[in-house]
């Protein structure tokens, strides 16, 4: 089921290649260059790049109220909300279809079993990869792990070096803690420069020392929306025999991503921030790497051939997917691609960016307000206010209906660096607009105001 | 006004009588609010199994400041035995909300959970 209303081409511009990062703010210190500015500003976004009122429709959530007033959802790197299109979905599958998959010689069962692979090969097709290649997991978080325990613990020796940047969520740093706790492996970090951005030259020194085995990274950081340079740092960990695990969680739902073009080894993502529901996640994996490690969970489905003395594997991509799956979720993960292709990846694209762009404008418009991170960014944008803890600015944004993060974000580490115990994260996509953004600095102006900052 | 944000917790936040440090403490404890990672230490002087001084200090929000500043007020003089008593109620009761959403109760309670900590480190 298609929205009957995509983007207008006409309004569609190519997207921008997300290359580098652009000229940047500092971290933290915006400290009074702006003065408190009331009420819409002249900032407006250039062109309808979505009928975003159209597609607000689609979304029965956003018809709530919350404490009486109209929801304005800004927690979309968090989770995204659900189409009446992915909704219907899941209930047509569990109306109409269910049954588990792949066993069955009934009717049903090539059903289920046709729906499941149907939607893989959506996904599969959205991302650039093949149906192999393309493993179900629970949650990103999953599928990291999944490369931690079963490519992690095959590869990876005393002495080794796992590389990360300082921008991981925790999902891309604790497993991987605890591979070099059992390997006795080390981990190294990417050099952070002030603007929140790579510094690439500590990346290379760390690979001359030739016993890196692993980069991984995040495409765009969930706290300070830098979007990493993923074609460059893939070019020099292969240049030295590295492998590259990307952690996509907030780039596959927002910008168009190609795993072949960006040569990447694994990508992890999830679905419930793309529109899909909760419960499913994926993991891409190069097949000439995924058929040599070993499985990650035994169970049903993962086996070729079982006797009492041992096991033999299936082949990709169910070889890594042990258990009976969710196999609902995946159905409904592929009418969220169906409904994001309608849309269109490049428009999303760029209304993400001009809103996220915008929201940093209106922002950077209030007194003792601090954001964080560069100013080429994802639709995500994290500060800070002068005498306010960011709790208190998401419960006050709370009592206006405004639905914000408050807190690390699940990347503690990254706030010990940026000097602060927590941020407030606005984090945007397809369906909000800019009077959302209105909405979020009056809010924040209300909030200032009772707490008489 | 805010319904969450009242008078008695502003004040408290604004204008904690407890807020700072003990030189030579019976009792010292801190620890973190998992929702936010916030740290919050509570000192006290016990005498003759009564709070003589108590003082509270770290980063937090306006709940879990307020929250700490109202407890203390209530245990300062108090004898251990009644202070050991204290529990959810009493706090929410100090902070004159009867009910609070579980993610703000955690900021509520954590000074509670530092002044049992305190009391059991002695």
Redesign the interface.
Known sequence: MLPAHGANAAHVTVLQQYSGLAACMPIGDTRGKATRKKGPMSIQLHSPLLDVGALRRDFPILQRTMQGKPLVYLDNAATSQKPRAVLDALDTYYSHSNANVHRGVYELAEEATAAYEAARAKVAAFIGASTQETIFTKNASEAINLVAYAWGRRNVRAGDVVVLTHLEHHSNLVPWQILAAETGAELAFIGLRPDGSLDLGTLDRQLESGRVKLVASTYISNVLGTITPVAEIVHRAHHHGALVLIDAAQAVPHIPVDVRSLDMDFMAFTGHKMLGPMGVGVLYGRRSVLEEMPPFLGGGEMIRHVDYGGSTWNDLPWKFEAGTPSVGDVVGLGAAVDYLQAVGMDAIAEHDKALGRYAVERLQGIDGLHIFGPEERGAVVAFAIDGMHSHDVASLLDESGIAVRAGHHCAQPLHELLGVPATTRASFYLYNDETEVDQLVEGLGTAMRIFGV | ?????TEII?DAY?RPAHRGTIDHPTHSHQDENP????MLRVQLRVENERVVEAKFDG?????SQAAAELLLERIQDQPLSVIRRLDKDDVLEELGMPTISPA?LK?ALLSLGVLRGALRES
């Not at chain 2, 006004?1 to 944000?5: G, I, K, R």
């Not at chain 2, 929702?35 to 916030?38: I, N, P, R, V």
């Open positions: 006004m805010s319904s969450l944000y502003q604004r929702l936010c990672g916030d980063a937090g929000c306006a709940i703000r900021c």
